[in-house]
């Protein structure tokens, strides 16, 4: 037994390193193709990106070591203390960060720089983990609710001060843990409806919306009174104080959108929905991206030949466009197969999650999984123009070592519980 | 759904909704089509050969190349600069210069185009070492036509930038490029132009020009134009020119051994040098609006008069072959003859043989109509219907070359009119015609039409005793033969034995002490021709002549037409000779006739008929 227990990598679940690498793989692949330039150099280089993002991958071995050599113990032990360095080398940037881009997301250690936010996340789980899984812990009452909305909360609120609200849109993903976890289905039902009725009314107006509703909710009335008049006769005080109450959403997203949100806001909104059509300035990313990855057709054109990526098109694209480059390079065949690797990866992560007897290494695996979900949603979403503009990385594809050691920490970490599933501690 | 079923769902349901959109994009989606996405990743640049040159049959050069430079703007790149100062280097005002600029933005911010077309040496050497200060605009060097022999601008025709719908016709061409849209230019542009390298240079999106895209291997080099002779002999057709100086007509001269065009003179002409750099379109529109002289008209090869007389020789022709003549058979004249029973139906005749036996030998040198309208009769009344004689006396015509387009290397023609049985046939529905109705054609009148090459083309082919080659400008293409069809003889219906009585009756047209043209008579050269004045009711009769010499071995093949030239013997003869002569020995033996020709003018007929004209529409 014990010699079992010395070696960290008893119970690895093989399966899901396999993925890890085989994605960052291919994502290496992408970047090199998006930044190689004229003058060939070679692959291990710091003056390219490519050879930047090799060093980094290497680098992620040790660190996966360095995570395995902790007993799955410590991460839910110090759960709390991890969740709380994380929020304050947040809070230290507005100290002591460096601004790039107008956001200042950075420590600046001279030859590299790191992203807090990128680890904030594992924490987040960590904590949200250790959360749920006390034995008080009931997702029914309104006090349990409050505490694990402030988990997500404060790195949220620390991330979007940066300014950085691509990133800290990720931590909604959580609501599929706490919806999982026994959060009543109506928080989700009314967050879908809120977002269905807010894309509607900036599509069609918030006077067509109105109309168009008040006739839905007259044909849900009409259902209940023939079919269900029991509920009926209960319910349809109910049915009317929700239309009143969506009205009210209507009217509120139509002044927002119109008042409150700033024109590149807009932009970016009236662009996904077609609206606006000015592909040389406000819509300049999302048009070439997307004229990209069509131009690729369905065999693509093939390592090093898209002549889009080599003539550096697309904005960010060995960082947030790098499915772009998949897109024209490798085509449908090839933008199709990560899809369908990203879609095995997370189903094995649930998958996972599942099994494990612990609260703690369930919640922890399910969070990843909707993280990792929800980047991979919101960025291929983004790229292939069915999502507004919201800059946040492709896990394991996008260039830039702190995205990879944090999706690489939180990944690594859940590995690592996992390996402990048939030892109770 | 249970609940932890809820990600796993979404999660494949959001896998397959982006397939299907990358499949929509990617596979289906044809409005990301490959050409634009390329145009703007890739910078297609030109590399434009040197246009082949243009030389006589004597190695003249008829045509060269010079340089020109086009002033090309980048909307995009433009920064504030003096417009002042850059207006006044160009030539432009400054209305100009917004028009022009506004023009280039409208056509694209990023996309060169041009500014100001063809500056001179001149203005180029002084902007050029200013081009510095005016950021966005460029010089790009263009090669242009040069004529140093101010002569047939109608034979070797002009370069003009080409329009969509040549574009369209020819994906080769670009906006802005040059294509030969007339003359020699036009029919040989494959030829002249050669082939344009094409560069393919790789682009980022700040249009940055990165490097060749893909290494170049789509990069093909430029292949030079061909230099082309034409058949022309410059000498003679300068001569031409003089000669029909202040006189409108054309003259067309053919080798009969090969059909190869030795002079097609069109007048008026002008200077071919007109037609280029950066007066050409103010030049051609002013060449084209001139409705009355008509300088862009090519006479010698569009104009379609009666051809009169000289049809005299074609008639004799079919009517021996049809055997409705011998050169035996006569007629005799009374002043005309006379075709119906009307008091009208007389055609006047002023052979002056009043009485006389007139046979075909006589017929010819003093061209008395009444032989032929009796010729022309017999062969029309041979056949059961006139209907068949109509078409058998046009099948004749027509393998003559007569009545239809020559098919040859001339970027312009017109098919003259023979007419057949049908043609009649539709003006008479109810079949009511005879030979007598249609009896002018006989001499070159009535419906009858035919252009100078036509007639020209026909007295090469008496000239050969019964075929011809088509005629044809171009001579050699460097590194290519000429086309087959030209070196190919085409065979008349007409024997060769019935030649050489009419080729007689032509010799004794200068030969007879009474032929019509015996004062034409040139001493050392054996001379056949025949006088023409074709009725014109728009105003006085045209003159005109066909010839060839010697009459053995025949070297030269010419049809003279000058417009309002009164008779035959008047103008068109005496320019005949001269150019046979010239051609001939190089320099004439009747200085006071060449004196004439050079100096006479019908300008005062033709003020008089715009008069006319003016008065009629006022």
Redesign the interface.
Known sequence: MRSKKNNIFYGIDWVLVLFYFVLVFIGWINIYSATIT?DQLGLINLSSEYGKQIIWIGLSIPLIIFIFMFEAKFYEKYASILYLISLTSLAGLFILGKNINGATSWYNFGIFSLQPSEFAKAATALAMAKLVSDKQFNLKKFNTQVQALLILFFPAILITLQPDPGSALVYTAFI?VL??E?LPAYH?TISFIAILLFIITLTFGYINTLIGSFLAFLLILLFFNFYRKKAFKKGWLKIIGVYLVSALFIFSVDFVFNHVFEQRHRDRFNILLGKTSDIKSIGYNTD?S??T??????FGKGFL?G??T??????EQQTDYIFTTI?EEW??IG??LV??L??LF??RI?QIA?RQKSKFSRVYG?SI??IF?THV?IN??MV?G?LPTIGIPLPFFSYGGSALWGFTVLLFIFIRLDANRTYEW | MK??G???F???F??I???I???Y???I?NS?N?PT??N???KITYDYPERGYIYDRNGILLVANQLSYDIMIIPREVKPLDTVEFCSLLKITKEDFIKKYTKAVHYSTRIPSTFVQQLSKNDFAFLQEKMHKFRGFYIQKRSLRQYPIKSAPNVLGYISEVNERMIEKNPYYQLGELIGTAGVEKTYEDDLRGTKGVKYI????FNKE??P??NGIYDTLAIPGNDISLTIDTKLQQYGEALMANKRGGIVAIEPSSGEILALVSTPTYDPNLMVGRERSKNFTKLYLDSISKPLFDRGLQAQYPPGSPFKIFTALAALQEKAIDTHTSVKCFGGYKYGSGKNAFMKCHCGTYGSPVELNKAIYRSCNSYFANAYKRIIEKHATPYEGMNAWNKHAESFGLGNYLNNDLSVGKKGLIPDGDYYNRYYPNGRWRASTTISNSIGQGEVLTTPIQLANLTATVANRGFYFTPHIVKKIKGKEIDKKYTVPNYTTIDKKYFEPVIEGLFDVFENPKGTASWSRVKGIEICGKTGTAENPHGQDHSIFIAFAPKDNPKIAIAVFVENGYWGSRWAGPIATLMIEKYLNGETSRPWEEERMLNGSLQDEYDKQLKEITEIEE
């Open positions: 004229e599929f919806y999982r026994g989700i070439q997307v004229t990855i069509a131009s690729g057709g369905l030949e002549e889009r080599q003539g550096d098109f697309v904005p897109g085509g449908f933008s199709s899809i369908i990203f879609v997370l189903l649930i599942e399910y999984a909707a979900f949603t291929i979403g292939i069915m | 609940r932890p809820l990600l796993s979404l999660i494949i959001i896998g909704a982006y397939i959109r990358l499949f994009l990617q596979v989606d990301y490959i996405l390329n703007s990743a890739v790789q682009r980022n999106r990165i490097g895209y893909k």
